[in-house]
């Protein structure tokens, strides 16, 4: 099978077009994309999302494709700002894609989530959280991760029954993502009888975060609660520890990125963090996670929950014998489970999924691993 690759111009957009093209029949490709921070500051994560999506496109296409057409890839770049999304969303809807597997961060889903709804796309995000962004009512948008009200319960449930007696800083960065994270594992925090020490937002990018490491060594924080990303949290406990202070960071599922410890070093030792159940190691994901590996890709973080988006967008379209967004949306939420990697995967009429799977995972010596 030859592949082919053409660059589309035009900010943030680019098309992998992985198989044979139009087939004999005379029908074209059907498209779909996936879309998120290819660059900037949180490229990690766009990294995984389109080493998720291309791997799950060739391997439909190879498989025979959907409806005996070939999938069509396109990658949309937000670098994780809501304007730029905007801008993304609109070119996906004008090149006609069905299908988009994105995007990463709430604060750019939740604005695109619009765009695709008003122009007929469905949306399926492997990664974003806060509640918003199904809780509104689209009839479009599924996501196959669990909510931010949902691994703030795990948190504040983890750290209340072993942190209770020790002084915890809730930090966040004020994005959707971060601040509603905080947010919710305030909440559960203090349902349990449980006040926060301090309660403190810091600015995504900066490079120095010591005069906040020093109100925290001031009022003798030991836990530090963070919600945002792995780049700034990777800082923060890097430059408390350089400060001596004996304290542990724990976070949520942005931090589920090996460059998180690139930028700690040793200072993240002892890093806690939520994520769902390791998605490598699930007996679905088996064959896959080998042919990830044998091209020396480790399918971390959200890899395979993006191959699942693609998985069960290709597995409606056949159940359905077409790739109508809104009859796709229609049979997403009442035909499960849809089988993918991760699983069987069922959604509720908001279109999240209706098991969520968060647990806790531990930083030791430059790798993650969940705590048994």
């Known amino acids: 099978m030859l592949t082919t690759r053409r660059l589309i111009l035009g900010a943030g957009l680019s098309t992998f077009a992985i198989g044979r093209g139009a087939l004999a029949q005379g029908t074209g490709p059907i498209r779909i994309a996936t879309a998120g921070p290819m660059t900037g500051q949180y490229a990690a994560f766009g990294t995984q999302m389109r080493e ?3 791997q799950a496109v060739t391997d439909i296409n190879a498989a025979g494709g ?9 990658v949309g ?25 994105g995007h990463f961060c709430s604060g750019s889903s939740i604005p695109a989530r619009d765009v ?6 469905l949306q399926m995000s492997p990664a974003s959280t806060n509640p918003r962004f199904t809780d509104e009512g689209k009839w479009n948008t599924f996501r ?12 504040g449930r983890y750290i209340l029954q072993n942190m209770r007696q020790r002084r ?26 449980m006040q926060e020490a301090m309660y403190a937002a810091y600015t995504p990018g900066e490079r120095d975060y010591n005069a906040l490491v020093s109100r925290m060594k001031a009022a003798n924080i030991d836990v530090i609660y963070l919600g945002g990303y792995h780049t700034e949290g990777g800082l923060i406990i890097r430059q408390a520890k350089e400060q001596g202070m004996n304290v542990t960071l724990i976070g949520g599922d942005a931090l589920v990125t090996n460059e998180f410890w690139q930028i700690s070093g040793p200072a993240g030792e002892g890093t806690l963090m939520t994520f769902s159940s390791d998605p490598r190691r ?66 509720d009429q908001k279109g999240d999924v209706t098991v969520p799977d968060y647990v806790f995972y531990i930083w030791r010596n430059g790798s993650y691993a969940e705590i048994s």
């Open 282 to 347: 699930r007996p679905t994901a088996a064959q896959v996670v080998a042919r990830f590996r044998a091209r020396n890709v480790d399918p971390e973080g959200y890899v395979l929950y993006t191959y699942a988006a693609i998985q069960i967008f290709a597995e409606a379209a056949r159940r359905t014998n077409g790739v109508d967004p809104r009859r796709l949306a229609a049979a997403l939420k009442a035909q499960g489970p849809w089988p993918s990697v991760l699983g069987d995967i069922s959604f």
């Open 116 to 121: 695709y709804a008003e122009e007929g796309v």
């Open 52 to 54: 998720g999506a291309t």
């Open 66 to 74: 959907v409806l005996g057409r070939q999938l069509a890839l396109e």
């Open 168 to 193: 915890v800083a809730i930090l966040h960065d004020n994005s959707a993502y971060g601040k509603g994270l905080a947010d919710e594992t305030k909440k559960a925090l203090n349902a349990g009888g």
């Open 77 to 101: 770049d937000d670098a994780c700002d809501p304007r730029q999304a905007v801008s993304v969303a609109n070119q996906l809807a004008s090149r006609r894609v069905s299908f988009v597997a």
């Open 144 to 155: 196959v991760c669990g909510r931010d009200d949902q691994q703030g319960q795990v948190a």
